[in-house]
């Protein structure tokens, strides 16, 4: 069965930047594309971005341009995501999610909270 | 202020019928699939409904999608207390940049 592993909890103080990882299982890692959406306290879904695990290649939400950057190891069938310039208004759960038309699989998200 | 715009909650008896609306223009909704998402507390969302009207495989059909020119719908019949969530859509937009994946606000859907 497919399975999305993240890391886990992040604590991290404002201006410092932040890595999540997501290990895929359960289905060839580079036949869907891998987003990330984060989700703030007690607000929405707010999509990031998507990578390309075959090519590498990548298409990232225009808010994000300047801060995020995912990238794939194939080797272990893992996707990272690292947002720098971490603000206060990044305190969030970030989740990666895969699928074939839809959202189909999730990980089980990690928060990550930046505080002074 | 999120692209997709839906209403903040909605509420309904068990056994009732609730329908959950999304609004967007024509350079998301007009031209894209919607997708539909069940979110409980303190867990991952989870997918209804992909290509506007489609059920993934275990989602009972009391579940069901609708898509009209710039707004979808997402209806549940026979509530059951289970129901209550977030509710989300989510679609392509490609007025922006290269284009990305927009989500609507949220649905609070309470089972009465």
């Known amino acids: 069965q497919v399975q999305l592993v993240q890391s886990g909890v992040e604590v991290k103080k404002p201006g410092a930047s932040v890595k999540v990882s997501c290990k895929a299982s359960?289905?060839?890692?580079?036949?869907?594309?891998m987003h990330w959406v984060r989700q703030a306290p007690g607000q929405g879904l707010e999509w990031l971005g998507f990578i390309n695990p075959s090519t590498g290649g990548t298409n990232y939400a225009q808010e994000f341009q300047d801060r995020v950057t995912m990238t794939t190891d194939t080797s272990t069938s893992t996707a990272y995501m690292e947002l720098s310039g971490l603000k206060s208004d990044d305190t969030a759960v970030y989740f990666c999610s895969t699928g074939a038309a839809a959202y189909d699989y999730w990980g089980q998200g990690t928060l990550v909270t930046v505080s002074s | 202020q999120s692209v997709l715009t839906q209403p903040p909650s909605v509420s309904a008896a068990p056994g009732q019928k609730v329908t959950i609306s999304c609004s967007g223009s024509?350079?998301?909704?007009?031209?894209?699939?919607v997708s539909w998402y069940q979110q409980l507390p303190g867990t991952a969302p989870k997918v209804l409904i992909y290509d506007n009207s489609k059920r993934p495989s275990g989602i009972p059909d009391r579940f069901s999608g609708s898509q009209s020119g710039t707004s979808a719908t997402l209806a549940i019949t026979g509530l059951q207390t289970g129901d209550e969530a977030d509710y989300y859509c989510a679609t392509w937009d490609g007025s922006v940049g290269g284009g990305q994946v927009v989500f609507g606000g949220g649905t609070k859907l309470t089972v009465l």
């Open positions: 024509s350079s998301n909704i007009g031209r894209n699939y």
């Open positions: 359960g289905y060839i890692f580079t036949g869907y594309y």
